[in-house]
């Protein structure tokens, strides 16, 4: 293997990856390219490339310094058709793709229908790619989503609130979960379990007569809208609610050490596995250990178990 490119999305820890990647590559004597704007830049062929200094300094960056892009495009065959010749014209010998849900379906096309090799590493702040227990990103999501709620408590004690904060994560409620048991909420809605908005209300109510005076309900974004949750709230039980929407500052940011060391230990490992000539296959730290398993298997949908983490927050709050 001669040459390589890396394609990226964008959450905190994707520079620490693509640092890893690059200077591996770079130690086994493999040129990389980067990809730039994602699978748009794959169909358009906007490359550049990418050596030992061009990645110095960013490993603390947030974001991608390669951009990126949702493409629509590249669910099209005749697009797909074209990235694949950008590859082979720039005589790219494999692919690692670095991202959440869509990148890893895009890399499996290409490794299932074009044979292009090609490697995942999971990044994603929503932590919802299968087989894989942490992806890079989650955990600068969850500090930034929690730093915010410590900060929002303040409020709701001194003013004895309501508040109703809405974290990010698609269908997944992962961000919420976490940030719910370790803020101490009182509340978490899940886009995984069933919720009783009435009954949840009519308990802040009689938790209200009893002399409890200020709540945070978490809502995962999948769920539901916060202000819904929290006009409903109002309604039931008179009490003065608060709505805040965290959104993207929690894909942002400077990454965690969790986050670098994970980023640094998949992406140089990725490359590994391109020396032993392995392709189709998706990274992740097991037992503490790097590890693979196939880009089919890690784009089904994930399997989670949340009972016993969502009964800890109701027993602890
Ligand atoms: O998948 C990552 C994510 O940040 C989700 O948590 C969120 O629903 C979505 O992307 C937001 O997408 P966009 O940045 O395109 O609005």
């Known amino acids: 293997m001669k040459r390589i490119a890396i394609l990226t999305r964008d959450c905190a820890g994707i520079n620490t990856a693509i640092r890893a990647v690059v200077r591996t590559a770079y130690h086994y004597g493999i040129d990389v390219l980067g990809v730039v704007k994602g699978y748009e830049g794959l169909i358009s062929g906007d490359f550049i490339p990418l050596d030992r200094r061009s990645v110095s300094g960013i490993?603390?960056?947030?974001?991608?310094?390669l951009k990126t892009a949702?493409?629509?495009?590249?669910?099209?065959?005749?697009?797909q058709k074209l990235a694949v010749r950008?590859?082979?014209?720039?005589?790219?010998?494999?692919?690692?793709?670095?991202?959440?849900?869509?990148?890893?379906?895009?890399?499996?096309?290409?490794?299932?229908?074009?044979?292009?090799?090609?490697?995942?590493?999971?990044?994603?702040?929503?932590?919802?790619?299968?087989?894989?227990d942490l992806t890079i990103g989650a955990d600068t999501a969850v500090n930034v989503a929690l730093d915010a709620i410590d900060k929002i408590r303040d409020t709701a004690l001194s003013l004895e609130r309501v508040f109703v904060v809405e974290v990010m994560g698609r269908d997944s409620g992962y961000i919420a979960l976490q940030v719910a048991l370790a803020g101490g909420c009182e509340e978490v809605l899940l886009p995984e379990r069933e919720h009783d908005i009435v009954k949840m209300s009519e308990e802040i109510k009689?938790?209200?007569?009893?002399?409890?005076?200020?709540?945070?309900?978490?809502?995962?974004e999948g769920k539901a809208r916060a202000s819904?949750?929290?006009?409903t709230i109002t309604e039931i039980t008179g009490l003065e609610t608060r709505v805040a929407v965290l959104g993207h500052i929690q894909r942002g940011g400077r990454p965690t050490a969790l986050d670098r060391i994970l980023a640094s230990r998949l992406g140089s490992y990725a490359v590994d596995l391109f020396k032993d000539r392995k392709t189709g296959l998706c990274v992740h730290l097991e037992n503490d250990?790097?590890?693979?398993?196939?880009l089919s298997k890690a784009i089904e949908p994930k399997k989670v178990d949340i009972e016993a983490q969502y009964r800890l927050i109701k027993l602890l709050t």
Not at 289 to 294: G, V
């Open 59 to 65: 490993l603390n960056l947030g974001g991608s310094i």
């Open 70 to 79: 949702r493409s629509k495009r590249f669910k099209d065959k005749e697009f």
């Open 86 to 132: 950008n590859i082979r014209e720039n005589s790219i010998d494999g692919l690692i793709v670095i991202g959440g849900n869509g990148s890893l379906t895009g890399a499996h096309i290409l490794v299932e229908d074009y044979g292009i090799p090609t490697i995942g590493v999971p990044a994603t702040i929503d932590n919802d790619i299968n087989g894989v």
């Open 206 to 220: 009689a938790g209200n007569a009893m002399g409890k005076v200020s709540w945070i309900v978490i809502v995962a």
């Open 228 to 231: 819904v949750i929290a006009e």
């Open 289 to 294: 250990r790097e590890a693979a398993f196939p």
